[in-house]
């Protein structure tokens, strides 16, 4: 069965500066597909950036981006001019096919201070 | 009006009581999820159905059942309540006919049992 660990329960971070979001996951597919979710105070959770384990090229989406290491099965995610409206929990998932459930970690809560 | 509806969204209940929680959506979607937050532990799967026919079982089915009446309709039901299913619930969906890697959330059901 595949795992996620996510190793930061907890991080801060200043307005302006740059987070990375640590991940790791276990499994013995060479195909799948990995997420990086927020849940704000709102409790919505918004898919904030995916990544095909079958391209070698990392994602970006505007001020997010991911190191995506497939041998090491890593999955971190950098937040770059941090805001506060990035404060929220971050969910890591894994996805071992299309359409099929997703496996979470179990969070890292970021805070953004002022 | 949003894609994917939760009723209700906040319920307190007591044990022992029979409990049924509803999962709406207008996209169409075939594929839907029943997931459940606990704080520390993230979101775990309970049941997912990939069509009106097909039901499975999630990581921690027990003590939950589930119904999927039409494509756009599937309720998830706790028999006999008891405390430590207080929890967030979450629906969410994906197309098998479209981009099978993305998963539309609801907003999410808290539920607490007394």
């Known amino acids: 069965a595949q795992t996620v660990t996510q190793s930061q329960p907890e991080m801060s971070v200043q307005e302006a500066e740059t987070v990375t979001l640590s991940c790791t996951y276990d499994?013995?597919?060479?195909?799948?597909?990995l997420f990086w979710y927020k849940q704000p105070p709102s409790r919505q959770m918004i898919l904030v950036i995916r990544?095909?384990?079958?391209?070698?090229q990392n994602a970006t989406e505007n001020r997010f981006s991911v190191n995506f290491q497939k041998a090491a099965k890593s999955f971190s995610l950098k937040i770059s001019d941090s805001q506060l409206g990035d404060t929220a929990m971050y969910f890591c998932?894994?996805?071992?096919?299309?359409?099929?459930?997703?496996?979470f970690g179990k969070g890292t809560r970021l805070s953004v201070i002022a | 009006d949003a894609d994917v509806t939760q009723t209700p969204r906040n319920r307190i209940t007591k044990t022992g009581k029979r409990i049924m929680l509803e999962c709406s959506q207008t996209?169409?979607?075939?594929?839907m999820y029943w997931y459940r937050q606990d704080p520390g532990l993230g979101l775990r799967l309970i049941y997912y159905?990939?069509?009106?026919?097909?039901?499975n079982k999630g990581e921690i089915s027990d003590g939950y059942s589930v119904s999927r009446q039409a494509q756009a309709k599937f309720s998830l039901s706790l028999e006999s309540a008891i405390p430590n299913q207080t929890a967030l619930y979450f629906c969410?969906?994906?197309?098998?006919?479209?981009?099978?890697?993305?998963?539309?959330f609801g907003p999410g059901t808290r539920l607490t049992v007394l």
């Open positions: 996209k169409g979607h075939d594929r």
């Open positions: 499994t013995s597919e060479n195909n799948y597909y």
């Open positions: 998932a894994f996805m071992k096919h299309l359409n099929t459930p997703l496996v």
């Open positions: 159905s990939f069509d009106v026919k097909d039901i």
């Open positions: 969410a969906t994906s197309d098998s006919s479209g981009r099978g890697d993305t998963q539309y």
């Open positions: 990544q095909e384990a079958y391209k070698q």
